[in-house]
């Protein structure tokens, strides 16, 4: 089975900073690796995702995440955050080639100031 | 365009009674899913479907229950309210074939139970 840590429940940042947000998984099998947004009152919409091939996934808005197999991690970055950027943001897993069921991770709560 | 949606949006119901959520896909996707999101559990899997006439437990589905008639549609029915099942619950399907990993969500029901 798989499993999902993020490892920050709240991300306070300022507007045009950097941020990073973490995210570490488990599994014995191989995976595939999922960012998902959710702004407020709203269903969650995919991010990126990383099937296969180059490590460093480009997604929209301008975040994009690098899978490190090594360390089991798949962490979201964007360089400069707008206000507009303030959601949750979920990541998940699921096994590759399989039923294509993710686990997902508790969430982050990603809260941009001016 | 290909949407998911789910009626209601808000319900308040009393303890005992039976409430069912729709979801209804215009994707035509085969696979769909009903999570519930509640504070410090991010999303969590109450039952999920393959096809027509096909449906299976997820990690919380004690009291839950589904079915699948058409390609379109997976209600989620509570046989008996209790107030451990005040969440959101949110509806997703994903595509058939390639890109079958990636879920597109619905915007989801928030349930009170009194």
């Known amino acids: 089975a798989q499993s999902v840590t993020q490892l920050d429940s709240q991300v306070p940042v300022f507007e045009e900073a950097p941020v990073e947000l973490r995210c570490n998984y488990s599994?014995?099998?191989?995976?595939?690796l999922f960012w998902y947004v959710q702004y407020p009152n709203q269903g969650l919409q995919l991010l990126l995702k990383y099937l296969s091939g180059s490590t460093l996934v480009k997604g929209i808005n301008g975040f994009e995440a690098e899978f490190n197999k090594s360390q089991t991690s798949f962490h979201l970055r964007k360089p400069s955050v707008h206000i507009s950027d303030t959601a949750e943001y979920f990541c998940a897993v699921s096994k590759s080639g399989g039923s294509y069921i993710p686990t997902f991770g508790r969430g982050t709560s990603l809260i941009v100031h001016p | 365009d290909a949407e998911i949606t789910q009626s209601p949006r808000h319900k308040i119901t009393e303890t005992g009674r039976q409430v069912t959520l729709a979801c209804h896909q215009t994707?035509?996707?085969?696979?769909m899913f009903w999570y519930r999101q509640d504070l410090g559990h991010g999303l969590r899997l109450i039952h999920y479907?393959?096809?027509?006439?096909?449906?299976n437990k997820g990690e919380v589905s004690d009291g839950y229950s589904v079915s699948r008639s058409n390609t379109e549609d997976l209600p989620l029915t509570l046989e008996s309210a209790a107030s451990s099942q005040t969440s959101v619950y949110f509806c997703?399907?994903?595509?058939?074939?390639?890109?079958?990993?990636?879920?597109?969500f619905g915007p989801g029901t928030r349930l009170l139970v009194l």
């Open positions: 997703a399907s994903s595509e058939p074939g390639t890109g079958q990993e990636t879920q597109y």
């Open positions: 994707w035509n996707h085969n696979n």
């Open positions: 479907s393959y096809g027509v006439q096909d449906t």
């Open positions: 599994s014995s099998v191989s995976v595939y």
